[in-house]
């Protein structure tokens, strides 16, 4: 079976990040992850992350753990829905911001129907 994954590849340096933007189909589920690297990568620390679709008004929020290289899976519910999805990260350390918060972006797009 093929890998169904679609990642979007973040690399953060210190206070500078660089995506490659994706774009999602609607209903596309289980299969978006962030493949985020750290440089500078400071141990014990966490990343607070806000998912944010545009057109469904509603925050989504993880923490975790960071390593030096991280996935991060994206939350179905903002894959139901076609429009910009806006990431909000801040890594942080004993509720210390280490790092600016930066925001990244990626596009749901409305799935058309096959005509038969």
């Given at each position: 079976m093929e890998n169904l994954h679609k990642n979007i590849k973040v690399l953060w340096k210190k206070n500078n990040i660089s995506f490659e933007r994706g774009i999602y189909l609607e209903g596309d589920l289980n299969i978006g992850n962030l493949e985020l690297e750290i440089v500078e990568y400071i141990p014990e620390s966490q990343l607070n992350i806000t998912f944010y679709n545009e057109n469904e008004k509603k925050l989504y929020v993880k923490k975790?753990?960071?390593?030096?290289?991280?996935?991060?899976?994206?939350?179905?519910?903002?894959?139901?829905?076609?429009?910009?999805?806006?990431?909000?990260?801040?890594?942080?350390?004993?509720?210390?911001?280490?790092?600016?918060?930066?925001?990244?972006?990626?596009?749901?797009?409305?799935?058309?129907?096959m005509k038969t």
């Open positions: 975790t753990e960071l390593q030096e290289k991280n996935i991060i899976k994206i939350p179905n519910e903002v894959l139901q829905i076609a429009g910009t999805v806006f990431i909000r990260l801040t890594q942080e350390k004993n509720e210390s911001i280490l790092q600016a918060t930066e925001e990244i972006y990626f596009y749901v797009v409305k799935k058309k129907a």
